[in-house]
């Protein structure tokens, strides 16, 4: 399995290949997009700032600063990939992009775009490119027939959902295999399907809309639209609410472990790299453009130990230096930063007893 | 002049279905209400929910027996559901319109008897609850742009592929932002959902949680009982609508709030809405929900009957899941 991590700027090629990346991708938010469309509307799904490149001539350095940074573990060159994946493009923004990856591809010699439009993925692919075409995960491949959908379309990989289980990941895996798979490893997570998440979030000052701090009144169907009144059931709901709090926070970055690595937390899929090798997932993702160099680095390392140590023992040697590794007990043991839960084995995390809420009967 | 609207009635479920039937189901004040004649059966959003077979031919048999067009709808989800959704497909009666929210579904029924719709899950658009409220001073001086108005359908490349697919409708919503501007001559068949529009969708479902032990709690469920059909949650935000200013403080850091103002808390009743300057929006199960008010209603049927390739509206008394 390839780890795949972000990039953001040249100097960051050459550790993050000597910590074990295999591929990189990046933004590119070019200033004519800006000086068009604005603030507002963005050509992939990070905004203006660190998350991004401003030209093709800083995307060219970056693809020559990856080229010289070295060969990976696997003794190939490392390969970039940019992100094109806006949930759709109207017309002259998809004929503005199509231009820049012809450039892209032409100059920098970009390996990939990640697109998410299916129009626009099959126009880059019927173009005479030859970077390649990923499917992005805002596409939503949740099932091995929409994974054959954007193979048809020419997508020669595909960025699975986030919100897949392992059985889920080895039925789609056998149904497919022609196709390469990717998956989500380390540091974001979305409350909702991103592809099915309406909302921008190219607001500042009003943030993610799935974080927004609602007040919530709970009514019953049943009973006409009427608020909840039995005192058990309101405290069973307040209770839901109170955990749903705890859960939004995991989506985030959350500090770091208390180990010796001290690990950034965040979502998390090392315990499940075991499993992922073994049902023969191609690529595990990295999120972060826009995160720090110690950010981007630490998550490297701990994906390429995670594996190795999978490789060179076993799959449960490897879940408990993921543990040990996160420095995260109570996050583990919440199970909220998972990607994928059921990964984790029961007894090298103390999994919650009892629920925290009044007890029933 | 175009020709009148069609009318579709959408009724998520058996239970729904059979009161109709009973008459005893009240479709409020939308428009159109006198002049269905075609019935969208089943959910968008949500695998779980899928009918039963016995329920979609009950379904067809209700539109039949009026004479009705019918249509089934589908959510997205994994390969389970896709077979689900074929094995319904395949029982289901002819004529036949299918509306898909998972691209693996449109790829599983090309080709067979039956018409396919890309629906508003595959239909991208800005349906952002906040974006009424956000001005320039949001956006670093810059104006909305206008991508917020527009859809996956406003791109050419998107209906020629729909079009090789051997698609010729796709659903939409109007957003809260107000209708897209006049789509393109070539448009494709075109059908609007009212009064309610989908805001956010995924697998991880709040209510799904209640009551469940904790290592599948907050987790894309492999199975549901449906507790979504029991409670609904009414969403207050925590800013004001544009034009009451800053009725409602929102969150700042170091910030204290009053215990009145405790927010991401179940509170027992809210302001009136029609006095409240804080906009509601709704969740039903897995799905964020906003519902246009009046005036928005007349709007959007307006740009509807004056919209090319628009020719049917989806009228939606209850949320629809």
């Known amino acids: 399995m390839k780890i795949l991590a972000p990039i953001a700027a040249s100097a960051e090629a050459e550790p993050l290949v000597s910590a074990g990346a295999d591929e990189f991708y990046a933004g590119l938010f070019p200033r004519g997009w800006y000086d068009r469309w604005g603030r507002g509307a963005w050509p992939n799904r990070r905004g203006p700032g660190p998350a991004n490149l401003e030209t093709i001539d800083e995307l060219v350095a970056l693809a020559e600063a990856v080229r010289g940074a070295g060969h990976t573990a696997s003794g190939e060159r490392p390969e970039l990939y940019v992100a094109l994946n806006q949930q759709f493009y109207t017309d002259d923004q998809a004929d503005f992009l199509a231009d820049v990856a012809q450039e892209a591809a032409a100059r920098a010699g970009v390996d990939a775009f990640i697109v998410t439009d299916p129009g626009f993925a099959s126009r880059l692919a019927r173009s005479s490119m030859k970077a390649r075409i990923f499917a992005s995960t805002v596409a939503v491949a949740l099932n091995a027939d929409s994974v054959k959908f954007l193979a048809d379309l020419g997508c020669s990989r595909v960025i699975l959902s986030r919100h897949m289980h392992l059985r889920e990941l080895e039925r789609l895996r056998r149904a497919v295999p022609e196709v390469e798979l990717e998956v989500f490893l380390l540091n974001d997570n979305c409350y909702f399907e991103e592809g099915f998440c309406s909302t921008t979030h190219t607001m500042p000052g009003f943030g993610v809309y799935c974080m927004t701090p609602w007040e919530l009144r709970v009514t019953r169907d049943d009973r006409g639209g009427a608020g909840l009144t039995d005192p058990e059931e309101r405290a069973r709901w307040d209770f839901l609410i109170d955990e749903h709090r705890e859960f939004l926070r995991s989506l985030a970055h959350r500090g770091l472990g208390e180990g010796r690595a001290a690990m950034p937390l965040g979502p998390c899929g090392l315990c499940a790299i075991p499993d992922l090798i073994d049902l023969g997932i191609d690529c595990g993702k990295i999120v972060g453009r826009e995160a720090s160099l110690f950010r981007k680095l630490r998550s490297v390392q701990s994906v390429r130990h995670i594996r190795d140590v999978s490789v060179q023992t076993s799959g449960r040697d490897a879940k408990a230096a993921a543990v040990s590794l996160r420095g995260d007990p109570r996050g583990c043991s919440a199970g909220y930063s998972c990607y994928y839960r059921e990964a984790r084995e029961r007894d090298l995390i103390p999994l919650p007893g009892r629920p925290r809420g009044p007890r029933a009967g | ?321």
């Open chain 2, 1 to 321: 002049m175009t020709d009148p609207l069609h009318v579709a009635l959408h009724v998520p479920d058996r239970a729904r279905l059979d009161r109709l039937a009973s008459g005893d189901s009240d479709l409020g004040d939308l428009p159109g209400a006198d002049r269905i004649d075609r019935l969208h059966f089943g959910v968008e959003f949500c695998e779980h929910l899928l009918p039963s077979s016995e329920d979609v031919s009950a379904a067809a048999a209700f539109a039949e027996a009026r004479g009705w067009g019918f249509t089934l709808l589908t959510p997205y989800g994994t390969d389970r559901m896709v077979d689900a959704v074929c094995a319904l497909v395949a029982d289901a009666p002819r004529p036949l319109e299918v509306v898909v929210n998972d691209w693996g579904v449109l790829h599983r029924l090309r080709g067979l008897d039956v018409e396919i719709t890309v629906g508003r899950g595959l239909n991208r658009m800005i349906r952002d609850p906040r974006v009424p409220d956000v001005g320039p001073e949001h956006l670093g001086g810059d104006a909305p742009p206008d991508s917020w108005r527009r859809s996956s359908a406003d791109s050419s490349t998107f209906r020629a592929l729909l079009e090789t697919l051997g698609v010729a409708r796709v659903e939409t919503d109007v957003p809260l932002q107000g209708p897209p501007p006049p789509p393109p001559a070539d448009a494709l068949r075109t059908t609007l959902h009212l009064p309610w529009g989908m805001v956010a969708s995924g697998r991880i479902c709040l209510v799904n949680a209640l009551g469940k032990p904790p290592s599948v709690r907050l987790t894309a469920p492999m199975a549901c009982n449906a507790p979504c059909r029991k409670y609904t949650i009414e969403l207050r935000a925590p800013w004001s609508r544009r034009e009451e200013g800053d009725a409602v403080p929102t969150v700042k850091a170091g910030q204290i709030l009053p215990l009145s103002r405790l927010l991401n808390r179940r509170r027992t009743e809210l302001p009136p809405a029609d006095e409240d300057p804080a906009p509601r929006f709704f969740q039903k199960g897995n799905t964020h929900f906003y519902r246009l008010g009046p005036g928005a209603i007349t709007e959007a049927w307006s740009w509807a009957e004056a919209a090319p390739g628009v020719d049917r509206v989806v009228l939606e008394p209850d949320l629809p899941m």
